[in-house]
């Protein structure tokens, strides 16, 4: 029996920073009411879909969401009433058409979102099926590999580390429980080294510790410690992940990157490679994102044509889960990987396309949550659906990182024997 859309009602709630951001409820004629709630990135890329904000600046310093709140309920409710909630691809068309901008700027990508993931979580339980299941059919039982961001820097924290992200990556785990236990350990450990230094061990945005360090490279020297201290080989057990975000290198007029860890004061992007190169020589790296800025997609092909052999390396501001940039990206062999985040392209079906590009291409994607979060696990049944192997959620602190962990473990335990966990 067909279900129907017969209510769709939005709301302004705060996500992990405090802001404003949009959630959404759905109701079908079975009875079925779920909601969603869209996250919100602070390193964003030039040609992400549109977040409209109210810029009302007595409200939440301009950054109130009232306006997408009155864009669902207003414009995107009216025409979805009555449609059946199974046409997510239909659905999601009929929002961007009615939208009719190329970046969403007009409803705003985080209203269009927040009803895409809530039309298919509603057509999920209308038919009794989890949600990783529903998106990703019957062959959907691989858990992602956790890519635990233990040490924030860049945008994420007011430390004096450049890189944005240093991820402890538990691949030689033998399940998703397991990996879980093993970088969580790793985080504890990593918490009493940086405190016996006399460092903070205070958080960041994505729940990593945020210290001041001697340098960058200082960070991949600590987790390494981390690592053997909680009884792991460091490569074998678990292995490293970088995001260096380096658009917020902040590329001055010379177009050189301006690092606060730079022998030079300034990095070229032939200085970026050759310190990618010297760490993944000295470091079990697997994987690098954003290790150029956006613009520069020369430096982007060159890490790549260097390292791409060795490692996983993911455009994320660079693409924006965009097919447009990916399938340029593809054709110019910039990156060998896709950072996926739903909201910077602004439907599931669109996030879906992206990983299907990625595919077919023989290229990987990771799946990402963002740094502003909400309690909502969505991303953790997109992962597993998306069949992807490895998803970034933060690290082993703050409810909104764990909320997706949390949810991985409650899919393992469904799956049972039936559960796969391999990194490639
Ligand atoms: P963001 O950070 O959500 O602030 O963009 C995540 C990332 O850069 O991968
Ligand atoms: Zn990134």
């Known amino acids: 029996m067909t279900k129907t859309i017969t209510a769709i009602k939005a709301m302004e709630i705060l996500d992990s920073r405090g802001n404003p951001t949009v959630r959404v409820q759905v109701e079908l004629s079975d009875g079925t009411r779920v909601a969603a709630s869209v996250p919100s990135g602070a390193s964003t890329g030039d040609n992400e879909a549109i977040e409209l904000r109210d810029g009302d600046k007595n409200r939440y310093a301009g950054k109130g969401v ?11 409710a009216p025409s979805l009433i009555g449609v059946d909630v199974s046409q997510q691809a239909s659905i999601d068309r009929s929002m961007i058409e009615l939208d009719g ?21 509603a057509a999920a339980v209308s ?81 990593g510790f945020a210290p001041d360090l001697n340098s960058n490279e200082d960070a991949l020297e600590v987790i390494i410690q981390a690592i053997e201290q909680a009884g792991y080989k460091p490569g074998e ?26 022998d030079t004061g300034k990095m070229s992007s032939d200085d ?11 470091y079990p790296i697997i994987l690098w994102e954003d290790p150029l800025a956006e613009g520069d997609w020369a430096g982007f092909k060159q890490f790549t044509d260097q390292l791409g052999g060795q490692i996983e390396v993911v455009g994320d501001d660079i693409f924006v889960t965009n097919t447009h940039y990916i399938r340029q990206g593809i ?33 990987r994607y990771f799946i990402s949550h963002r740094s502003g979060e909400t309690e909502d696990s969505f991303l953790a049944d997109f992962a597993v ?38 990194w490639k």
């Open 385 to 422: 659906a998306m069949d992807g192997g490895h998803l970034k959620s933060g690290s082993a602190s703050r409810s909104e990182r764990i909320a997706k962990y949390n949810r991985l473990l409650e899919i393992e335990q469904e799956l049972g024997e039936s559960a796969l966990y391999y």
């Open 272 to 282: 970026l490679v050759t310190l990618g190169k010297d760490w993944i020589s000295k």
């Open 101 to 121: 901008t190329a970046n969403k700027s007009k409803l705003g990508a985080n209203a269009i979102l927040g009803v895409s993931m809530a039309v298919a979580r």
């Open 66 to 76: 009232l306006n997408a709140v009155a864009n669902v309920n207003d414009k995107i």
């Open 237 to 262: 057990d678990i292995a490293i992940a970088l995001d260096s975000a380096a658009n917020s290198f902040a590329v001055d007029m010379d177009g050189h990157y301006d690092l606060t860890w730079s």
């Open 127 to 207: 038919v009794g099926m989890p949600l990783y299941r529903y998106l990703g059919g019957a062959g959907a039982r691989r858990l992602t590999v956790p890519c635990m961001n233990i040490i924030n820097g860049g945008e994420h924290s007011d430390n004096n580390v450049d890189i944005q992200e240093f991820m402890a990556v538990p691949l030689g785990a033998p399940t998703f429980r397991e990996g879980l236990r093993y970088v969580a350990e790793t985080f504890h450990v990593l918490k009493s080294i940086l405190k016996k230094r006399g460092l903070a061990t205070s958080v960041g945005d994505e729940g």
């Open 331 to 363: 054709e110019q062999g910039v990156a060998n990987s896709a950072l996926i985040k739903l909201n910077q392209i602004g439907t599931v079906s669109e996030s879906i396309e992206a990983v299907r590009m990625c595919r077919d291409a023989g290229w």
